[in-house]
């Protein structure tokens, strides 16, 4: 820093480059199969994952509110904390652009409403789409369900988040541009 020294001698070839390991991207039906292999509460949650590109932390945070059934779109204005000792349930968006709404298929739209209707007791606005049995919050790291189905189906190196990333490459191999992916998935 001082210029001193012409050039720094404690040189790495390839230091100080992160290389993260390309992720798994699974297919349609591998999707499917992993939908049919969680607990029913769960499955359209998986897919959800899959085909919307909404975060995992997003779709643990949606309420009734959240849910256009007429426009079948699905707003996403904040996601839950990352841990149950949190003081606050919520927490905004990670970027300014994750504030959004996220267009979805009229199918899925009917899948989602389907699970409302059958797991979501509380009538009002404020009530949480994804629970557990009990009705508690469906916290990030507590996803047994997940990690044993994942299993039963021979995809153990599958985590959660790249239900995510299969979403934005199918997304993308159907011709959706990288400004479409990037408004989609909530990126700056």
């Known amino acids: 820093d001082d210029g001193i020294m012409k050039e720094n001698p404690c040189r790495i070839k390839g230091a100080g480059t992160p290389r993260h390991a390309e992720r798994p991207i699974i297919t349609p039906e591998q999707i499917a199969a992993l939908a049919n292999e969680v607990p029913d509460r769960y499955s359209i949650l998986v897919i959800l994952a899959a085909y919307s590109s909404i975060r995992s932390s997003e779709l643990l945070g949606l309420q009734r509110r959240h849910i256009n059934e007429l426009q079948s779109v699905i707003k996403i204005e904040h996601q839950l904390t990352n841990y149950a000792s949190d003081d606050q349930l919520f927490m905004p968006p990670k970027t300014d652009a994750g504030i959004r709404d996220?267009?979805?298929?009229?199918?899925?739209?009917?899948?989602?409403?389907?699970?409302?209707?059958?797991?979501?007791?509380?009538?009002?606005?404020?009530?949480?789409?994804?629970?557990?049995?009990?009705?508690?919050?469906?916290?990030?790291?507590?996803?047994?369900?997940?990690?044993?189905?994942?299993?039963?189906?021979?995809?153990?190196?599958?985590?959660?988040?790249?239900?995510?990333?299969?979403?934005?490459?199918?997304?993308?191999?159907?011709?959706?541009?990288?400004?479409?992916?990037?408004?989609?998935?909530?990126?700056?």
């Open 102 to 188: 996220v267009p979805i298929t009229k199918e899925l739209m009917q899948a989602l409403i389907t699970h409302i209707d059958r797991f979501v007791g509380d009538p009002s606005p404020d009530a949480l789409i994804f629970t557990t049995s009990t009705g508690t919050p469906l916290f990030k790291g507590r996803k047994s369900w997940f990690v044993t189905a994942k299993r039963r189906l021979g995809l153990d190196h599958l985590h959660f988040h790249d239900l995510r990333h299969t979403g934005q490459t199918m997304a993308m191999e159907k011709g959706a541009t990288a400004q479409d992916l990037k408004r989609r998935a909530g990126q700056s």
